[in-house]
Structures are given as structure tokens and as C-alpha cells.
């Protein structure tokens, strides 16, 4: 009597080359290369897993929630990790000083160059960036706020940028 691997079921073998590609592609966008084909193949490990209760109806559903699942597990994975500490970094990799008076001067300087920066901004380019860098809402939000659209609000951020950005070029 000779043991044999289970074969594949046909149906998840048709699912596979179906589905395959739109994970991997699902996947090539969130992570490395190297990881693609590894998270695909523990979304089908999953489907064969849950093939054996109650079938399933919406398989396209069903593998695309999975992936997302397995995305999730990986992201708690690496988050996991321990980060090495100072005296574990390889060599070439440049510690930083530590917070010097210095340092710190230079801080406060940058940072009041850059509310000077916000507070010189014609008004209404001001509120929309104090109202999405502070208040963190929308564009959409914000024009809804200030009467405006989406568009103009995003006119509005992008000079905001332009001019923080000068100002504190030609100040430094």
C-alpha cells in the first residue's frame, strides 16, 4: 500500500489560475516582490483550510478578504520584530548625536521660521492648511467648511506648501 500527497482539488486548481494573478497583483502593490508569492500561497492554504466546512459561495469575495487578512498578519508580524538596538546596528550605520543645546536651538529656530511661514500666508490658504494639517480634516471637508471645491482646496494646499517651503529656503 503506497501513500500519496492529496492531489489538489480540481475546483481549487481552476480557482488558482483564475485568481492568482489578481492576488498577486493585489499583493505587488503593498509589499516587497520577494513576499508576493509566499502570502498568495497562504491565501489558497486558507481556502483548501476552509473548504473542508460549509462551501463556499462567493469565492472572489471570500479569497480577496482572505488577502487582506493575510496582509494584516504579516503587518502584525513585522511589527513584532524587535527593533535591534544601538550596539547591534551594522557597521556604516550612522548613530545619531544625541539632543544636544545645540540641536535643540536649531529646532526651535526652524520651527518658528515655519510658523512665521504659516501665519504670512494670504488668509484663506491659511485656514485650508491649518484646517488639514491641524484639524486633520479632508479636502473634501474643508471645502465643504469653507464654501469652496475639492479642487481649490487643493490649489489652496499646494501654494500654502510652495510658500512654507520659500520662506524658510531663503530664511535658513
Known amino acids: 500500500m503506497s501513500v500519496s ?13 483564475t485568481y492568482g494573478p489578481g492576488l ?10 520577494a513576499d508576493v508569492d509566499d502570502l498568495v500561497q497562504d491565501v489558497f492554504v486558507r481556502l483548501q483550510a476552509a473548504r473542508s466546512g460549509a ?27 524587535p527593533v535591534p538596538l544601538p550596539d547591534e546596528w551594522p557597521d556604516g550605520f550612522e548613530r545619531i548625536d544625541a539632543i544636544s543645546p545645540e ?8 520651527y518658528l521660521r515655519v510658523l512665521d511661514a504659516i501665519v ?5 490658504a491659511r ?6 494639517r491641524f484639524e486633520h480634516l479632508t479636502y ?11 479642487e481649490s482646496v487643493k490649489e489652496l494646499m499646494h501654494r500654502a ?8 529656503e531663503t530664511d535658513a
Request: proline share 7%; net charge positive.
Open 5 to 17: 500527497a492529496p492531489r489538489p482539488d480540481p475546483d481549487l486548481s481552476a480557482w488558482m489560475t
Open 24 to 33: 498577486r497583483r493585489f499583493f505587488r502593490r503593498r509589499v516587497a516582490d
Open 55 to 81: 462551501p463556499i459561495e462567493n469565492v472572489e469575495g471570500y479569497l480577496f478578504t482572505t488577502a487582506r487578512n493575510v496582509l494584516i498578519s504579516q503587518y502584525r508580524r513585522q511589527s513584532a520584530r
Open 103 to 110: 540641536r535643540i536651538a536649531i529646532g526651535r529656530q526652524e
Open 120 to 124: 504670512r500666508l494670504p488668509p484663506r
Open 127 to 132: 485656514e485650508a492648511f491649518q484646517l488639514h
Open 140 to 150: 473634501q471637508a474643508i471645502a465643504q467648511r469653507m464654501g469652496i471645491s475639492k
Open 161 to 168: 506648501i510652495v510658500r512654507i517651503a520659500e520662506a524658510t
